[in-house]
Nanobody, 116 residues
Framework: QVQLVESGGGLVQPGGSLRLSCAAS????????MGWYRQTPGKQRESVAT???????HYADSVKGRFTISRDNAKNSVYLQMNSLKPEDTAVYYC??????????WGQGTQVTVSS
């Protein structure tokens, strides 16, 4: 069982930045993938950014050039640096990991609100 704890969400003005953090209760070194997803009311959860065990990274087109995903194996953590935030980035952001046995785990979610 892997527990994920997210932090870093909040209210920010358009054009501002936030950094989300996700700490795992187990070593992430052998995880197959880690990533961030987001969801707004009435919509499906969508992938924002993922990073695989081999280091390959994928971003949603809507965040390319603005968001950066990274991982720190020593701290069992994954991060999402979000710059040039837009109101349409407002959502609940969820951390996700795919364990070495291909089991998915989700964090509890953190609210990001972009508004003036």
């Amino acid at each position: 069982q892997v527990q994920l704890v997210e932090s870093g969400g909040g209210l920010v003005q358009p054009g501002g930045s936030l950094r989300l953090s996700c700490a795992a209760s187990a070593s992430i070194f052998s995880f197959n993938a880690m990533g961030w997803y987001r969801q707004t009311p009435g919509k499906q959860r969508e992938s924002v950014a993922t990073i695989s065990r081999d280091g390959s990274i994928h971003y949603a087109d809507s965040v390319k050039g603005r968001f950066t995903i990274s991982r720190d194996n020593a701290k069992n953590s994954v991060y999402l640096q979000m710059n040039s935030l837009k109101p349409e980035d407002t959502a609940v952001y969820y951390c996700n990991v795919i364990s070495n046995s291909w089991r998915p785990y989700w964090g509890q979610g953190t609210q990001v609100t972009v508004s003036s």
